[in-house]
């Protein structure tokens, strides 16, 4: 029986008066490729930063392969990989100074650190071009950058805030089938948001519909899909929101 | 953690030195232009030297008499050129002296010389002409003052000379000798106060100089260090990474000391050769700190680089906790500006005045501020002071431990990420226009 990867309980999270998070649950399994989906503002962020242990909750628990993401952060650390929605790399370091600086954070000996950044060159399909100064990458090549990052390691649970945002068809193929063959080759678990319902029909085993800072909906794209009626993802959100 | 740190510091050092800002601001710009600010200087004092050279004096001459003659004599010795006018007037001469290449026209009156014979005052009238407003002209229209002062100087020696026969003019002109020593640590050494003060002066320059410099651009990296990670939203990542949030702090330290040493090592070296060049033609002293017992101990060094690093380390972490209040690296850089004012004012304040001299409330200003304790340490050092140098290094390590407090603190929690200034919050911005009435939503129909 596969090990509970994320648990998360009434996390409720408030910025001055703004309420983020309002009572928000859920679980997540090891292995699965877990999608958020929401309205923008609907709190996945919040949510997915909380797991990054960026910040913490106003209340509620959450825990990571049974590490509170708060008492134990620095442990939660060593088996997460976070890749944040608005993220850059150094631009004065070339892509593959930047994955050897990434990689060397972790207690490998240089022969496996030189392998996980040959990995995530590999992932990255910078090819040549990681010898350049990132400052020089499109927005594409920069994101296929710190997806690879992301995944060099081969972490227990990678939190990917929108991993394809804002890239073109063919980078965002390319990106999506990354993360599918990390998940099955190598067990990793990935919790995303994302904005595209169609990415995430095609990636998630499960999806939780994320709305006002709480779940209205949770199961795998197939069951929601037969729930509401709806012939797509975006369709079950705005019914979930109207019977929400 | 020792492996993650030197990482980051690595990280820090490539960064920063590659940020073209930092590697032009900080280390080229002092590196070449007060070389090239030294180098003019250098050309332009030594085009005045050799204009000075090339002096010609103008002189017309209505006494014709040997009084006349030997003051011809005096400008000839100090090998000024002196070129008679043909012109018979004053007017004329003015006139010559403005479409010539000389810039001083001396008119020596009829009766000069039986004035001077008589015993009465001797008159001289000296016409400078100012052809443009440059340094060299003031020079080069005083130069025949030496050898008028020079003739002046023996006309008195000579009448001396006849009303007392029998003594040494010399000694009826000057008649008390001064021996000037100085007693500096109980030691008396055998140098003029105005040596002395030169050397104390270059000293207590010195030092507040450095630290000064130092302490302004290890803050601007430090802040740019912080700022620049949330400008180019790497910090997020960073922070996630299995390295501690206090690794993450002390990284950014001890890579923004690393750089900051690079720019003030570049500052020094260039404000170093600018002063060298600048002051070539005064003399250097020959005395030392050294001659005047004023050497540093052991202990004194030691316990001036625990000053200097805990000062260091103060400061850059007051810019680290700006900057993480700071969304880029240009607030971040804004913010920190004003401080500079806190180094600067003890910095030039003590390199004039000892602080005792100082009027009561702005010593309690100065004592408060930390870094006026730097500079105490430094002075105290050279007069094997101890006590005042623990007192400063006490202040400031109590200053120290507050500010890495603060820092820890935002770097252990969310506000490194969510902490952010905001004057709009507080009603210090209002909006600059009337806001306009906002439609209503677009509500679409179709199904």
Wanted: net charge neutral.
């Amino acid at each position: 029986m596969n090990q509970t990867a994320i648990e998360a309980t009434d996390l409720f999270k408030t910025f001055g008066n703004i309420t983020a998070l309002n009572g928000l649950s859920f679980t997540v399994t090891q292995g699965e490729i877990f999608g958020l989906i929401g309205p923008n503002g609907a709190g996945k962020t919040t949510t997915l930063r909380i797991m990054a242990t960026l910040i913490k909750p106003s209340s509620g628990s959450a825990s990571i392969f049974g590490l509170d993401v708060e008492k134990n952060a620095s442990e939660v650390r060593k088996v997460i990989s976070y890749l944040p929605e608005e993220a850059g790399a150094y631009k004065n370091l070339s892509g593959w100074e930047y994955l050897e600086f990434m990689a060397n954070f972790y207690p490998l000996d240089k022969e496996a650190g030189q392998a996980a950044v040959e990995e995530a060159a590999k992932i990255s399909g910078l090819g040549e071009r990681l010898k350049d100064r990132v400052k020089t990458y499109s927005k594409g090549m920069n994101r296929r950058l710190l997806l690879a990052r992301a995944l060099m390691m081969k972490p227990k649970l990678a939190i990917l805030d929108e991993p394809t945002g804002g890239l073109d068809v063919v980078h965002a193929f390319h990106v999506r089938r990354i993360i599918q063959d990390y998940a099955k080759n190598y067990g990793v678990t990935v919790l995303l948001s994302s904005h595209n319902m169609l990415e995430v029909e095609f990636l998630c085993n499960q999806v939780a519909l994320i709305n006002e800072g709480k779940i209205i909906g949770q199961g795998s794209p197939q069951e929601l899909k037969s729930r509401y009626g709806a012939g797509n993802l975006e369709d079950v959100f705005m019914e979930a929101t109207k019977l929400g | 953690m020792v492996k993650g740190l030197s990482n980051l510091i690595n990280k820090e050092v490539k960064e920063l030195l590659r940020d073209p800002k930092i590697m032009i601001g900080m280390v080229l710009m002092p590196l070449i232009t007060f070389p090239l600010m030294g180098a003019a200087m250098n050309v332009s004092t030594s085009t005045i030297q050799e204009s000075i050279k090339q002096v010609s004096v103008l002189l017309l001459d209505k006494d014709q008499g040997p009084m006349a003659q030997s003051l011809l004599l005096a400008f000839q010795s100090m090998n000024i050129t002196v070129i008679k006018t043909s012109s018979s007037t004053v007017d004329e001469a003015l006139n010559d002296l403005q479409q010539g290449n000389s810039t001083t026209l001396v008119v020596i009156p009829q009766g000069f010389s039986q004035n001077l014979t008589l015993g009465l005052k001797g008159q001289l009238v000296v016409y400078s002409a100012y052809k443009s407003l440059s340094m060299a002209e003031g020079i080069k229209s005083s130069a025949v003052d030496f050898p008028i002062n020079l003739y002046k100087n023996a006309l008195v020696t000579q009448a001396i000379s006849q009303a007392f026969p029998n003594r040494d003019p010399e000694t009826v002109l000057d008649p008390i000798s001064v021996s000037n020593l100085a007693v500096v640590k109980g030691k008396i050494i055998n140098v003029s106060a105005d040596v002395l003060k030169g050397v104390f002066i270059s000293q207590s320059m010195g030092f507040p100089m450095v630290i000064m410099l130092l302490l302004i651009s290890a803050m601007q990296i430090a802040a740019t260090s912080v700022s620049i990670e949330k400008e180019e939203k790497t910090l997020e990542t960073l922070l996630t990474m299995p390295i501690s949030r206090l690794g993450i702090l002390t990284g950014k330290l001890a890579g923004s000391v690393v750089v900051a040493a690079a720019g003030a090592v570049a500052a020094m070296v260039g404000v170093n050769y600018y002063v060298g060049s600048v002051f070539t033609m005064i003399p250097p002293q020959n005395v030392s700190m050294e001659d005047l017992g004023l050497t540093m101990s052991p202990l004194a060094y030691g316990l001036l680089g625990v000053t200097i690093f805990v000062t260091i380390v103060s400061a850059l972490t007051l810019a680290i906790i700006i900057a993480a209040f700071s969304e880029n690296v240009r607030s971040a850089q804004s913010l920190v500006g004003p401080l500079n004012f806190v180094f600067i004012l003890p910095s030039l304040i003590l390199m004039f005045a000892d602080i005792e001299m100082l009027p009561p409330p702005l010593q309690i200003v100065l004592y408060a501020i930390p870094y006026t304790h730097a500079i105490l340490a430094s002075k105290a050092a050279f007069m094997g002071d101890y006590f005042t140098m623990l007192r400063s290094i006490a202040y400031i390590s109590v200053f120290t431990i507050v500010v890495l407090y603060i820092a820890a603190k935002i770097f252990t929690t969310e506000k490194i990420v969510t902490a952010r200034i905001s004057f709009r919050k507080r009603g210090l911005r209002k909006p600059l226009f009337k806001q306009p009435k906002l439609p209503e939503a677009y509500v679409p129909t179709a199904t």
